[in-house]
């Protein structure tokens, strides 16, 4: 039996076994595997013996990730000590051959 961890809240699911698929059915009944996701939650794919995948709906990965906004990547380059330094350099001219086809 599996279990799913929550990167928002920390909390750990087990996977019941009728959420959990066999790679060869699930690959077979890949369809209905992706329906469940959406209407019974996570489904956990197993290759023989271990947890392999985690199929979830796109709403319930939207939840546990949150918004794509870019911030994090702000906030690090606010917060870098070379935040000052001038970055724009001047055009370089760089000769081209024929290519002589």
Do not use: H, N, Y
């Amino acid at each position: 039996m599996g279990r799913l961890f929550s990167m928002t809240t920390g909390a750990v699911q087990p996977f019941s076994q009728s959420e959990t698929w066999c790679f060869q059915d699930a690959k077979a009944r890949f369809g209905e595997v992706v329906q469940r996701a959406c209407t019974e939650g996570p489904q956990c794919v197993i290759v023989p013996g271990q947890d392999a995948v985690v199929i979830i709906s796109a709403a319930e990965f939207r939840q546990l990730t949150g918004p794509v906004t870019g911030q994090a990547l702000i906030d690090a380059l606010q917060a870098s000590p070379f935040r000052d330094i001038d970055l724009e350099s001047e055009p370089v001219a760089i000769p081209a051959r024929d290519a002589g086809l």
